[in-house]
């Protein structure tokens, strides 16, 4: 949880002189959105996943990889490093 928010919230409400029970149902209204924010997330993060672990080697050619009708070339060694690497600069470039 992110509490620099809920610390916000807070501080709104006693400068408006908010009723304590309008500040719970703003608490509870971010709360429930930002679950629901982290599940769409993993939700998406798992159909990636399986998209990704899906292909398959082309039995006419190990250097490429099959999924329906599209077929990728196959990285080896240092190429699938770097991927790996420029992918998790990506993912902390996203937060």
Do not use: C
């Amino acid at each position: 949880m992110k509490l620099r928010i809920y610390f916000l919230i807070f501080i709104a409400a006693l400068f408006l002189h908010l009723p304590t029970w309008k500040m719970l149902i703003a608490v509870g209204g971010y709360y429930a959105f930002e679950q629901i924010d982290l599940w769409r997330d993993r939700k998406l993060l798992d159909r990636l996943w399986e998209e990704e672990v899906s292909w398959e080697p082309d039995p006419d050619d190990p250097t490429h990889e099959l999924l329906g009708g599209l077929t990728r070339v196959r990285l080896h060694g240092d190429q699938q490093i770097v991927v790996n690497r420029i992918g998790d600069l990506l993912r902390l470039y996203r937060r």
